[in-house]
């Protein structure tokens, strides 16, 4: 059989399967087609909706756990970026939502496990020995800028202030205008500051703090308001537009701060351990992915001074998408107990209208922010 034989024939499949479903056709003639191989994976050309959309729309959680099994796609979205999962949501089914939800998890925590694997054997993490007719892509791979770290540190950055008052950084990433950081995520840096810092009992002797990534220097500035101020300051910072601004603001000037011009990847075997550890731990990097962030994970233990120290990160992973939004905070709820900490969440109400982004991409779309500490088992 040809390719496009093979192709017409899957697409055939696909679509009965998913107009079978939609009829709300017996469980029986969808398992006949299910046998018949009918891809789980396919999805309508004009709409988007895979077997799986369409079971979330029938609000029909059995059916939905069949097709699981059978490999259909948690996290394929239709035309309007809306997957299975956002279907149960907006029908208020939270059943058929957690299942797909839960396989969401599953998924990132086996690929997290593979990726560990593959690393521990000295392979790399391309498809170099693949089955070359075997069309399997795990992630799409993002060259600009906002999704590769090498690009966004040979990138100009822009400084400005728009016509809300609203400080912005931004960065250019293929046709899009991409937020580095914006004002808006000012009270989210406020409450992490207080929900890290404020009770902290460390606090009246001075604490010693680590931030990973300036950017606009908002979370840096509250953790210089806090009182006593910190007896050690420590910034990491690898942008040197990024450097230039914190030059231009006095930053290396400031009592107790220390500026460290590079990757966290660079210091953090050797220089951030020098102290002997801080207080306070946090991370708000740009353009990389989960994969370097569960890479910083591990190494938070080191970074932790005492049993009273703790850590918090921007929780930016699948921001434009509930159900996304939420795999992610359970993935890495499960990878930061893995290694040994507890992980407290606050919800922090966010409401943004469509001005605050102006003519830029948007990195966050969703009514809360689910704010993480992390500390030690008391």
Not at 24 to 32: H, L, Q, S, T, Y
Not at 169 to 187: F, N, Q
Not at 199 to 228: A, M, Y
Not at 300 to 306: G, I
Request: one cysteine or more; charged letters at 25%.
């Amino acid at each position: 059989m040809s390719n496009a034989t093979a192709a017409d024939a899957a697409a055939t499949l696909g679509s009965e399967l998913i107009n079978t479903i939609l009829s709300g056709a017996p469980v029986e003639r969808i398992k006949e087609l299910l046998d018949a191989d009918a891809p789980t994976w396919y999805q309508y050309p004009e709409t988007g909706w895979s077997a799986l959309h369409a079971a979330a729309f029938q609000r029909d959680p059995p059916l939905i756990k069949l097709l699981l099994k059978h490999g259909a796609v948690w996290n394929a979205v239709d035309s309007l970026g809306n997957t299975a999962a956002d279907i149960a949501l907006s029908l208020n089914d939270s059943e058929s939502y957690e299942l797909v939800r839960d396989a969401g998890v599953r998924t990132e925590v086996l690929l997290r496990i593979l990726a560990n694997k593959a690393e521990a054997e000295g392979r790399s993490h391309d498809n170099e020995g693949a089955d070359p007719d075997t069309p399997v892509v795990l992630k799409s791979k993002d060259d600009t800028a906002a999704g590769s770290n090498a690009e966004f540190l040979q990138s100009k950055l822009i400084f400005q202030t728009d016509d809300r008052g609203q400080e912005i950084c931004l960065v250019k990433a293929g046709d899009d205008e991409v937020g580095v950081m914006m004002g808006w995520e000012a009270e989210i840096m406020r409450e992490s500051v207080r929900a890290l810092c404020d009770d902290h009992p460390e606090l009246e002797t001075g604490l010693r703090v680590l931030n990973i990534g300036h950017g606009l220097g908002i979370i840096d500035e509250f953790l210089q308001s806090i009182s006593p101020k910190p007896i050690q300051h420590v910034i990491v910072e690898p942008h040197p537009d990024v450097l230039a601004h914190m030059r231009s603001k006095g930053w290396y000037e400031r009592k107790g701060v220390q500026v460290l011009e590079g990757r966290w990847q660079d210091f953090v075997e050797d220089k951030l351990l020098e102290g002997g550890g801080f207080d306070v731990v946090y991370t708000d990097t740009f353009s990389e992915d989960y994969e370097q962030l569960y890479k910083f994970f591990e190494q938070v233990p080191n970074l932790m001074r005492s049993s009273s120290s703790r850590f918090g990160f921007f929780h930016g992973l699948g921001a434009t998408n509930a159900a996304f939004y939420d795999v992610y905070t359970r993935v890495s709820e499960i990878h930061l107990e893995d290694i040994g900490l507890q992980v407290h969440w606050s919800d922090i109400p966010v409401k943004l209208d469509s001005r605050v982004w102006g003519e830029t991409r948007k990195y966050f779309s969703l009514p809360l922010y689910r704010m993480p500490v992390m500390t030690w088992p008391q």
